[in-house]
């Protein structure tokens, strides 16, 4: 029952929250620097892990202001108020049927904005559509082992959960997806050494204790699981064939030792990952976003040379997952839940066009895809009175390729989204170039017209960061414009949609975020695009706010002989030199593939699901590649201590077209063969290229698409480091390397038209070598004020080098001209 400790319900009774309506006062808006784990007296005394998962959780849930996040099955409490001390903005409430712990939840945590109750979510303590957002976070199971395993018990609590939800709530899921029945794996044990002198069963002997006591419920004639052992392939080790469901539940118990009494009766996994996206739509759920997570402290204390998985025919399968994660929105009956790729077209119309371009210097051959436009993309902005930056952007954008069929190309990361995503307002570059963007009038007009926006008096479009997605390949060029407006008193819509993206039942809606939030949900790769994340961070870095990164693994860089350095004047001196080496040839390298598929958008109807709208699409592919690419940033240390990036240059044709010159600046990059199916292959493939030890391996961050406009292909962002007793080159094998330069300094070609996966990636592991607030040069940090160079940040205009200044005051947010 229902205690009367509980909150007012009526503080949850609200309608849509709109800029109108917001529940808390601006002044209390997010600050970046109060959300700092380190740095907010309010999470002392924490643990780092409930810290970091707290974190976590709320990265995936970008929500107005004033939103009411209920957290199911809150515990002791220390969760739900982590979220509550990082994000004061949003109200919080713990839910638990345990009496004492939520008892004691309350004695211990107390927040303006957290409250906790002692009850059960099925009962009705709070209205239908009376909440913005709804934790999961490891519970669904235990709801699954106290109704006897019943998937329908599970069913029916999601059911209540989407109704608790307001249309276009959220909800947020971790717990554990149940591998493929009937399935049989081995598993490989090495002998533990200490488990006797400890006094402990060993793996192995935890396994065979953990196949006859298994799911004991009432009566223990039907507990346990098949467990065979087979000789084992190797001295010191134990080899076993068992289902891959139990292996993997064993594995999950494997961490959690001190509670093995506790966890013995439940179990883990019940639905596959497909049923958990078919349960959920079956409610009127977008599910936005669905991956399979690994804890690195889980895999690496537990798993990593600890235990060994194989497929039956003995082929290695890899570290599984530690937990897997689902995004939903709920939405109304006939709006769009998914698109995706239904079959082939044979339209022999196409808005893709193939032409070639030849290096007169070196005879290379480059095949260009081409729509026939150039993109323009706006972020507006405002700074708030608290002093956070806000950006608008474009949510729930359709994206279809994010859905195209693989060919030949494993999904290597298991990530799978709606089709819908979250970018920066993009029209053709011809509406930009026909606007009077130096008369105000013209620019309010065209804000109102297309976005429904105001600018602030006075205020004029301003350049930012250009982009070339693909310049191997893609002709196209994208250029970002800000734009200062006012906060508006109505939700606004977006009038017309461009880029491939018209043509389905929902255009998405222009919202209002803070602009942390939306690098936070990029760092857990929410969203799978990084030019809007490179975009954010220009802003921020040009208006001179504070913003925080989270990096789970700083690299560990070895100092080293460096044999060739170039510095970055040399390197922008040759962005404003003129060449004109490619020309036009009707030769054709024969490379690239134009296809066409009609992609259908489904949603809700009258029960089931069904097509709303269809359309067709074209986009490029490389016939002799898969679309998953490694790129790949080596570093290393000089003896100083200055952290150096090798970097590639060279010329390419698409850069030439737009500035008269084809250098460019990129990471050394390459095709993931088809038989990678893994991250962990990918990172040994890595380290093969290198010929490093796989431990010099790191991600730099998640994937993302390189021009989800026009193709599939997939970016994986590695960095390879020095560390290690062979270091992380032999001599004459850099892949591609020409030159290395200080990795700060490469942060200074934001502002230069680039390849914004080469940019991406320098982001990151500026982020992680040593932090943001650290030094990665003995002259200048990105984190403070450079006293030696007032000049962050560079424009080429013409023949001439612009420098962009950072030191503006907080009251002069228009950039240089």
Not at 98 to 124: H, T, W
Not at 128 to 153: G, M, R, W
Request: charged share 25%.
């Amino acid at each position: 029952m229902l205690e009367n400790n509980a909150p007012d319900s009526s503080r949850f009774n609200v309608t849509a929250v709109t800029p109108q309506d917001n529940l808390v006062p601006e002044s209390n808006q997010n600050n970046s620097l109060f959300k700092r784990a380190e740095t907010n007296p309010l999470l002392e005394g924490v643990p780092k892990a409930v810290i970091r998962q707290a974190w976590f959780t709320m990265a995936h849930l970008v929500l107005e202001q004033g939103a009411h996040i209920l957290n199911i099955t809150c515990g002791d409490g220390a969760y739900t108020y982590a979220m509550a001390a990082m994000n004061p903005e949003y109200e919080f409430v713990g839910i638990d049927r345990n009496q004492k712990k939520i008892e004691k939840a309350q004695k211990k945590y107390n927040l303006p904005n957290l409250s906790f109750v002692c009850g059960d979510v099925q009962e009705s303590f709070l209205p239908p559509n009376s909440l913005d957002a709804i934790v999961n976070s490891f519970t669904l199971h235990e709801f699954y082992s106290e109704e006897q395993c019943s998937v329908k018990a599970v069913t029916d609590i999601l059911h209540r959960h989407l109704e608790l939800l307001k249309e276009d709530g959220y909800i947020f899921i971790q717990g554990y997806s149940m591998p493929p029945e009937d399935e049989y794996v081995l598993i490989e044990i090495p002998h533990d050494e200490h488990a006797k002198k400890e006094k402990r069963p060993s793996d192995a002997e935890l396994l065979v204790l953990y196949a006859d006591k298994a799911r004991p419920h009432k009566d223990s004639n039907y507990c346990g699981f098949y467990l065979e052992e087979l000789p084992s392939r190797f001295p010191k080790t134990r080899l076993f064939r068992l289902p891959h469901k139990w292996a993997y539940e064993f594995l999950l118990r494997k961490a959690k030792r001190k509670e093995w009494d506790e966890e013995l009766h439940k179990e883990y996994t019940f639905f596959s990952q497909q049923e958990y996206r078919d349960v959920l739509r079956r409610f009127g759920t977008r599910v936005l976003y669905t991956t399979p997570h690994w804890d690195e402290q889980i895999v690496k204390n537990h798993f990593h040379k600890k235990i060994r998985l194989f497929a039956e025919d003995g082929k290695p399968m890899g570290t599984p997952e530690t937990s897997f994660i689902v995004v939903g929105q709920k939405v109304g009956p006939r709006r769009s839940l998914k698109i995706e790729e239904r079959k082939i077209s044979h339209n022999p119309n196409t808005t893709l066009h193939i032409s070639a371009m030849r290096d007169r210097v070196e005879g290379t051959i480059y095949d260009l895809a081409s729509r026939g436009m150039d993109i323009a993309e706006v972020l507006p902005y405002r700074v708030t009175s608290s002093g956070d930056l806000n950006i608008f952007v474009h949510e729930g954008l359709p994206r279809s390729l994010m859905n195209a069929v693989p060919r030949n190309s494993p999904n290597i990361d298991g990530k799978r989204w709606s089709g819908h995503t979250t970018e920066a307002m993009s029209f053709p570059m011809e509406i930009m170039e026909n606007l009077k963007q130096e008369h105000f009038p013209s620019v309010l007009k065209f804000t109102r017209d297309y976005f429904g926006l105001k600018p602030v008096i006075g205020e004029l479009f301003e350049e930012g960061p250009g982009f070339y997605p693909a310049p191997d390949f893609i002709d196209e060029h994208i250029q970002t414009y800000y734009l200062s407006v006012e906060k508006p008193d109505k939700k606004v819509t977006l009038k017309e949609l461009f880029g491939g993206a018209e043509g389905y039942s929902t255009k998405g809606d222009i919202r209002e975020i803070n602009a942390q939030q939306v690098l936070d949900a990029m760092s857990i790769g929410f969203y799978p695009t990084s030019r809007l994340e490179l975009q954010i961070i220009a802003l921020y870095e040009k208006l001179g706010i504070a913003y925080t990164s989270w990096s789970e693994s700083p690299l560990s860089i070895k100092s080293e002989k460096i044999e060739k350095t170039t510095k970055i004047q040399d390197i922008i001196a040759k962005l404003a030199d003129q060449d004109t080496r490619f020309e036009k040839t009707m030769g054709r390298a024969g490379n690239l593939k134009t296809l066409q598929s009609v992609f259908v958008d489904e949603g809700q109807n009258k029960g089931g699901i069904s097509g709303l709208a269809s359309r067709e699409v074209d986009f490029v592919m490389n016939e002799n590649e898969t679309l998953n690419t490694a790129v790949v940033l080596p570093l290393s240390k000089k003896i100083n201590g200055e952290v150096m990036a090798g970097i590639v240059e060279q010329y390419l044709p698409v850069p030439q077209r737009y500035k008269g010159n084809g250098y460019s600046v990129s990471c050394p990059s390459f095709p993931l063969p088809k038989d990678i199916e893994n991250i962990e292959m990918a990172k040994k493939y890595v380290a093969e290229k290198f010929e490093v030890p796989i431990e010099n391996v790191s991600r730099m961050g998640e994937s993302f698409f390189s021009h989800i406009g026009v193709t599939p292909q997939r970016i994986f962002p590695f960095a390879v480091t020095a560390k290690g007793p062979s270091g992380w080159r032999k001599e004459g094998r850099t892949h591609g390397v020409t030159t290395h330069t200080p990795l700060y300094r490469l942060y200074r070609l934001l502002y230069l038209d680039n390849h914004y996966s080469f940019m991406k990636v320098v982001a990151m592991a500026y982020q992680a070598s040593l932090g943001q607030d650290s030094t990665l040069s003995p002259e200048s940090s990105f984190s403070q004020k450079h006293e030696d160079n007032k000049s962050d940040f560079i424009r080429l205009t013409g023949d001439s080098v612009i420098p962009i200044s950072s030191s503006s005051s907080s009251n002069e947010h228009k950039f240089d001209k």
